[in-house]
């Protein structure tokens, strides 16, 4: 599975993520040519290496026109919107009407509009404003947009099956921002997070490393926060951020190829003693209604040679507690055993074959180049019976 992780060990905001997947797909002009689709103008980008701490990385800026300044994106809100005027303030719908009225991709256009709704929401939280009324200062303006349009599209190249995080790190203390002095993590990236499955902690780093931008962007990517898997690496992308700390300030993305984890197939088995025959075809019908995969009794002796049954489920991790909770509530037993198992699944699709008495549904299936097709019971039961013929007739045909 094709793999990316992020070592969120120096923070995280949208800067730093545009260098470090541009590393990875190695290629400035598909993302400046991918962002004019937004038809937005008054910004230049730059893109440059920076070296921080030893270690040298790229570093991604987006330089607002009529500034006589570098825009420093680091900082919580940017606090600098205030004093120009010409920054138009938009709120959710400007920024979903530009993304939606490009001609950009449409996973990427979801993606980044799944990203700027995180920050609006906890904007919107923060300032105790409906979403509608959130006016963005530092996504309305022009970097957030690139920052995370730009994001959404070098992801959305990359195309992983997985996307993983380690742990993210804020620091403490204080920022100066548009609304005043504010304590790290500031309140949107506090909220952002909340409203999120992220893990994250404070470290002794005296100032903000994580953006409301950056925290919207893992929030949304990273589907586990965790150590780094077993993985072979094929690229790590560097991404640098504008501040020189004690740490190394930047963001580090890994990109390759994580083992399938087959072990997500569970067999669970409990012998049976005291329960009658209805009870247990019931429990079966209710079993494959709600996705079990195999569900079979196989006849044994148990103590006091009682005949009895070992019901024999199979299914998917994920639907184990479910199915676990329909037999302890259908049947006598008072344990289960389970194990996770390896399988092997042909590619399957479903076929109709015309036959002189009309169509019957069929499994197709695929193995090394071969395919074989197998009809289904249910669709050749019902030929057999409208035409009065065996059903092995139908088999043969």
Not at 381 to 392: D, G, Q, V, Y
């Amino acid at each position: 599975m094709k793999t990316l992780y992020f070592d969120c060990s120096s923070g995280i905001s949208g800067n730093m993520t545009l260098g470090a997947l541009l590393e990875i797909v190695g290629d400035e002009n598909y993302l400046l040519g991918e962002l004019k689709k937004l038809n937005v103008d008054g910004y230049k980008i730059e893109i440059s290496k920076k070296v921080k701490n030893g270690i040298t990385g790229t570093y991604f800026d987006v330089i607002l026109e009529n500034e006589h300044h570098h825009h420093d994106h680091d900082h919580g809100h940017a606090h600098d919107h205030e004093q120009h005027h010409h920054h138009e303030h938009r709120n959710l719908y400007d920024v979903n009407t530009i993304i939606d009225n490009s001609s950009l991709d449409e996973n990427t256009k979801d993606l980044a509009k799944r990203i700027f709704l995180r920050v609006a929401k906890a904007e919107s939280k923060v300032h105790n404003k409906s979403l509608d009324e959130v006016h963005f200062h530092e996504v309305g303006a022009i970097d957030s947009i690139v920052d995370i349009v730009g994001t959404a599209i070098l992801i959305n190249k990359i195309n992983p099956d997985r996307i993983i995080s380690s742990v993210v790190n804020d620091g403490y203390g204080f920022i100066e921002c548009a609304h005043g002095t504010m304590a790290v993590p500031v309140p949107a990236t506090s909220e952002i997070f909340a409203a999120s499955n992220v893990k994250f902690r404070q470290i002794d780093i005296d100032t903000e490393l994580v953006t409301p931008t950056g925290a919207a962007i893992i929030a949304e990517l990273a589907e586990d926060f965790t150590t780094l898997p077993a993985m072979v690496t094929e690229k790590i992308g560097w991404g640098t951020g504008s501040k020189d700390l004690k740490i190394t300030n930047v963001l580090k993305v890994y990109y390759g190829e994580m083992q399938e984890e087959n072990q997500n197939f569970v067999v669970m088995e409990t012998n049976i003693d005291d329960c009658s025959g209805e009870i247990l075809g019931y429990t079966s019908e209710k079993l494959f209604a709600n996705g079990a995969l195999d569900v079979f009794y196989t006849p044994i002796f148990m103590k006091k040679n009682r005949p009895a049954y070992r019901l024999s489920v199979a299914c998917r991790k994920e639907d184990m507690f479910k199915l676990q909770n329909i037999i302890f509530k259908e049947t006598t037993t008072i344990g289960i055993r389970y194990r996770f198992e390896s399988r092997t699944e042909l590619g399957r699709e479903f076929v109709e074959i015309d036959t002189k008495y009309g169509k019957i549904r069929a499994k197709k299936v695929t193995n090394n180049g071969e395919k074989y097709v197998y009809p289904e019971y249910e669709s050749m039961k019902k030929i057999a019976e409208e035409n009065n013929i065996p059903l092995k007739e139908l088999y043969k045909l």
